[in-house]
């Protein structure tokens, strides 16, 4: 059974509130330098590391030697969708005082709508004017899928532990829909193919035990040997099971076909081959119309250890243009490199 670092089956604010806190005291547990990454993401000028210096000069010394390290507060308000109230937002900048660097970060599943958040920063603006401090607040916007998206930025292939929490961090996310569908359209989601690579690709599918979450994604790629080798759209997301004896479908995204069946009995009898018996829990069946050759080769030492998502827009450069079609994806894909 899958270990959970964040609880589930609540939907009230201060939940995701804590769940988040929670994934971010992980984070500075784990790695000081990591979790000041994460915070200078959004600003090149958020300089928060310890500082040794020799012989800085103060009004009437010289120290032989000043440990420093910056002030900074952030002040969190989450909500479970963009119901931010300017109000509440205003009231809140009272709770900073002479810090440097401050931040009022509104968090919620989705971004702030621009007249809202023009409005917001408005205000803001002329609350620094007149404050009398010498450091403004600065507003930042963030989705839960932003933020995630920013901590797995800070990782690398070697942080097994916190890799595994940002993980139960986004499945969290998933399941209590603060990371939403509406976005998956530009994912890629990478997934480890070792003996099971030929098979998977010809079969035009590939399965997980459906335990296990995922950030939403319309694509799905195959890694081998330094490389993705292989993507394709997904066109359709069975559980499936065996139960008294017959097998059980649950559809979660397109139509169950017998052409599907077929496949999952094929992949169940695949996997038999490597001491698998995929009938006897339930497994997520991830079904494509075609796999397409790519390499999307990977530069950095160390394999990977589980899977990772791609934001497509980025990789490729498209904005928030639509994507190309698979086929096109596949050849832009083998100019690039990852790490």
């Known amino acids: 059974m899958k270990i959970h670092y964040f609880q589930r089956y609540h939907v009230k604010e201060n939940v995701a509130t804590a769940n988040t806190m929670l994934l971010l005291s992980r984070l500075y547990q784990y790695s000081p330098d990591k979790f000041f990454r994460f915070l200078?993401?959004?600003s090149d000028a958020f300089e928060l590391e310890v500082a040794f210096n020799l012989q800085e000069k103060s009004k009437s010394s010289v120290p032989d030697a000043t440990i420093t390290q910056e002030s900074f507060k952030i002040v969190v308000e989450t909500k479970l969708s963009d119901q931010f109230y300017t109000t509440q937002l205003m009231n809140h900048l009272e709770a900073f005082s002479g810090e440097k660097y401050k931040r009022l970060l509104t968090l919620a599943s989705v971004p702030m709508a621009e007249d809202k958040k023009k409005d917001v920063e408005a205000k803001i603006a002329k609350h620094n004017k007149t404050s009398g401090e010498k450091y403004g607040v600065v507003h930042v916007n963030m989705t839960f899928e932003e933020l995630a998206s920013t901590v797995q930025d800070v990782l690398d292939d070697r942080d097994y532990e916190m890799q595994a929490v940002l993980d139960d961090y986004v499945d969290y996310c998933c399941h209590d829909d603060l990371i939403v569908e509406q976005d998956s359209w530009k994912y890629l989601r990478m997934r480890l193919c070792g003996t099971t690579f030929d098979f998977?690709?010809?079969?035009?599918?590939?399965?997980?035990?459906?335990?296990?979450?995922?950030?939403?994604?319309?694509?799905?790629?195959l890694y081998k040997d330094k490389s993705i080798q292989a993507i394709g759209e997904i066109c359709a997301r069975i559980v499936?099971?065996?139960?008294?004896?017959?097998?059980?479908?649950?559809p979660e995204l397109g139509e169950c076909t017998?052409?599907?069946?077929?496949?999952?009995?094929?992949?169940?009898?695949?996997g038999k081959n490597y001491g698998d018996d995929l009938a006897a829990?339930?497994?997520?069946?991830?079904f494509?119309?075609?796999?397409?050759e790519t390499d999307f080769r990977k530069v950095t030492p160390y394999a990977p250890r589980g899977a990772r998502n791609f934001d497509l827009t980025d990789v490729l450069g498209t904005g928030n243009h639509p994507l190309p079609d698979v086929q096109k994806i596949a050849e832009e894909l083998r100019t690039r490199t990852w790490g």
């Open 40 to 42: 200078k993401a959004e």
């Open 281 to 286: 829990e339930k497994h997520r069946y991830f």
């Open 258 to 270: 017998q052409e599907h069946k077929d496949a999952i009995a094929e992949a169940i009898k695949d």
């Open 240 to 250: 499936a099971w065996e139960e008294s004896g017959e097998m059980q479908y649950h």
């Open 200 to 221: 998977n690709k010809q079969s035009g599918l590939y399965y997980d035990k459906a335990e296990h979450g995922f950030r939403p994604h319309d694509y799905l790629g």
């Open 288 to 292: 494509v119309d075609q796999f397409v």
